[in-house]
């Protein structure tokens, strides 16, 4: 594959930074430990900026090219935070803090930019500004969005803003992403039915919550096939369904339900929580039950810009080969905080094939070291193509 050369000889020293990461994974925000880690190497490799505290815990690197004389600046980002599980793959660098684990490849995705920065600070091959974005709390705690509402974007005027993420089940060497929608939204929802609990042999004298809840549970299953535009995506799960007792002869006095919506349009994410309002309070009125709803909104869909999605397939595909990119991948229902980003700037966002591994969030996961060289070169590639030296 003709990855840059550099890349190459970087690749066992990139590989070590990654495991370290992996050792040492923290969560959400607190992310001390790894943005120090990152901030130590930015400074050392010679970054012209280096600024912590960003989006909380977020850190930013600047590296100017020999020349800024086109005006042009880039983000590239990655994130830095693990997830809240426990890790079980036995590997000599496997996690050393109980119940956190890198198990979605954030540390690959975080030692990648860290590599592409060390090539860029060395070679400045380019006529512009590269912004390095490293970022915490993607996994459920809106990270991107705290370092845009931060000003980062305006502070160092980026102007288009790129990520990648690792992809199990792709074959190495493989990219894939596409114009538009690419990654759903992701809301969430908590319905407590509240009604009257009594004994089970005498269920007229009580709400049987059980049986107003299946029968929501099966309405709200018709907005996406009856209310929803056949042509449009979307998926409603009721996840959980929980009663106060689990004693054969108790109605219960509370009802849970909780779950999750995707979408890729505005629009549908508006009528499926007004349906699922409707939904909720009538059923659970018409048999003298009370519906109490909490309804979130969580990620937008992730949305690649045309120009900028295949400006980087361009950039893939002189990587990895024409071949080797899936410029028109089909989009899927998980949600990604870069979809923050991609609302204030223009840009793209793109899969990386890992191989043969375990599935993101598993706990056998492991982020597969062999497609560092051609991450680190993707990002480069994008800064010296959109921004070639004079």
Partial sequence: MPIKNRMADLHEEITGWRRHLHEHPEVLFEVHETAAFVAEKLRAFGCDEVVTGIGRTGVVAVIHGKSTASGKVIGLRADMDALPMQEITGLPYASKTPGAMHACGHDGHTAMLLGAAKYMAETRNFDGTAVLIFQPAE???????????????ERWNIQEVYGLHNMPGVPVGQFALRAGPQMASADEFDVVLVGRGGHAAVPHEAIDLVLVGGQIVVALNSIVSRNVDPVKHAVLTVATFQTESDTQNVISQTVKLRGTVRCFDGDVRDLIEERFTALCSAIAAAHGAEARITYKR?????VNAEAQAEFAADCAAAIAGEAAV??????????????????????????LGNGDTAMCHHPMYDFNDKIIPLGCSWFAELVERRMPAA
């Fill in 139 to 153: 996994e459920g705690g809106a990270g991107g969005r705290e370092m845009v509402d931060d000003g980062m974007m």
């Fill in 298 to 302: 969580g990620y937008p869909p992730t």
């Fill in 326 to 351: 899936e410029r028109n991948t089909p989009p899927i229902m998980p949600a990604e905080d870069f979809s923050y980003m991609l609302e204030a700037r223009p840009g793209a966002y793109i899969f």
